[in-house]
């Protein structure tokens, strides 16, 4: 399963654009907005609410997850090719890296240790989500989106 959800995580992330509010191509930087979320099939809870739309996306995908938890939430300016690290709560960091931004389209290389490296590009119409590792019964997953206005 865990190979089924890193390729539909993979897949979500194609055909996003940026907000033109958001990114500063003469500056290539780019703000997004990280949620942390824990998923499980512990319990029903979808906490907050608009995790529902990240829970239906889940169900259409066939993956058992019924729980969606928010642990973190916060807003990262990237700049082009300068590192940028968040500590999980599983104790990794997460490191976020802008490698372009071209036509209100950003190119963010996602960097988890022990899991696979790969490069996304963001956008205005949905999120992004990349599985970030085991934590306490479940499984934490990023959000990458424009920051909320």
Request: proline content about 5%; cysteine-free.
């Given at each position: 399963?865990?190979?089924?959800?890193?390729?539909?995580?993979?897949?979500?992330?194609?055909?996003?654009?940026?907000?033109?509010?958001?990114?500063?191509?003469?500056?290539?930087?780019?703000?997004?907005?990280?949620?942390?979320?824990?998923?499980?099939?512990?319990?029903?809870?979808?906490?907050?609410?608009?995790?529902?739309?990240?829970?239906?996306?889940?169900?259409?995908?066939?993956?058992?997850?019924?729980?969606?938890?928010?642990?973190?939430?916060?807003?990262?300016e990237?700049?082009?090719?300068?590192?940028?690290?968040?500590r999980?709560?599983n104790?990794?960091?997460?490191?976020?890296?802008?490698?372009?931004?071209?036509?209100?389209?950003?190119?963010?290389?996602?960097?988890?240790?022990?899991?696979?490296?790969?490069?996304?590009?963001?956008?205005?119409?949905?999120?992004?989500?990349?599985?970030?590792?085991?934590?306490?019964?479940?499984?934490?997953?990023?959000?990458?989106?424009?920051?909320?206005?």
């Amino acid at each position: 399963m865990r190979t089924q959800l890193a390729a539909v995580l993979t897949v979500l992330a194609l055909g996003l654009t940026l907000s033109p509010l958001a990114a500063h191509a003469q500056d290539q930087k780019v703000k997004i907005q990280v949620d942390v979320v824990l998923v499980s099939d512990k319990s029903d809870t979808v906490d907050p609410p608009e995790l529902a739309q990240m829970k239906e996306k889940f169900r259409k995908q066939n993956f058992s997850f019924t729980s969606f938890k928010r642990l973190s939430l916060e807003t990262v300016e990237l700049i082009k090719d300068k590192p940028t690290e968040l500590r999980l709560p599983n104790g990794v960091n997460a490191t976020l890296t802008l490698r372009s931004l071209k036509d209100s389209t950003a190119t963010v290389s996602v960097v988890i240790p022990r899991l696979a490296a790969v490069d996304v590009e963001l956008g205005n119409q949905g999120a992004v989500y990349q599985r970030a590792g085991k934590h306490v019964g479940g499984e934490l997953i990023l959000a990458l989106s424009p920051p909320a206005k």
